[in-house]
């Protein structure tokens, strides 16, 4: 069975123009890691730009893209937001938010004008910004007496496990991050090993 084991995000902010009609549109992208994120650089925008007509917005966040929204903000249902997310997702790309903020130039671009606009200040911006392929992890907790610990970053090697040691006097104890197409592997080596107790924490 198939199952994911990466993800793709944007590397790094970016902003552009794009212009319809006299309506000016700015297109922001934005890496986010969750809705704390979005909704501070959400205020900072309208802060900055307080004057624009309209600030419009979609995210995703997840590796399987499982979060989304959209946000139309005053224009006509589903003329701004949803063209925005749709680009966000037909790129693949998750912990991604796009802010396209319009300054209205006098002339009416009805719905079909709306989703053009919206949509390709979304694809713009987006093809402006650097991808990064991010291998999905999860994270354990390892621990065993003092002693044994040798035996576990000689084990944790072959796994292209990150190790985070603990400060913990009762035991060695390590927070690990294993590769998602390794973690079977590593879950059967690691229960053969004796007296080492592995805890999941979640995904990474």
């Known amino acids: 069975m ?6 793709k995000c944007i590397e790094q902010d970016a902003q552009i123009l794009f212009k319809m009609k006299g309506s000016k549109f700015l297109a922001f992208a934005y890496k986010v890691e969750n809705e704390t994120d979005i909704k501070q650089k959400l205020l900072a925008l309208k802060q900055t730009y307080a004057d624009a007509t309209h ?28 063209p925005i997310l749709r680009q966000i997702i037909s790129q693949g790309l998750t912990n991604c938010l796009v802010v396209v903020v319009r300054y209205f130039g ?14 390709e200040s979304a694809k713009a911006v ?34 292209q496990a990150e190790v985070s040691v603990l400060d913990d006097t009762r035991c060695f104890s390590a927070q690990i991050k294993i590769p998602l197409q390794s973690v079977e592997a590593f ?7 004796y007296q080492v107790k592995i805890t999941y924490i979640g995904l990474a």
């Not at 979609?58 to 249902?77: H, I, K």
């Not at 879950?187 to 090993?193: E, T, V």
Request: some cysteine; proline content about 2%; overall charge negative.
């Open 2 to 7: 198939l199952f994911q084991t990466t993800y």
């Open 55 to 82: 600030h419009c917005y979609a995210w995703v966040l997840g590796y399987d893209q499982s979060a989304s929204r959209a946000n139309d903000d005053g224009e006509p249902s589903n003329s701004a937001g949803k």
């Open 106 to 119: 006098g002339t009416l671009l009805g719905v079909p004008g709306l989703i053009e606009a919206y949509g």
């Open 126 to 159: 987006l093809a402006s910004c650097s991808i990064q392929t991010k291998t999905i992890f999860e994270t354990y907790l390892v621990e065993c007496e003092y002693g044994q610990e040798n035996t576990i970053f000689v084990a944790l090697r072959q796994f």
């Open 187 to 193: 879950k059967q080596q690691f229960h053969s090993l």
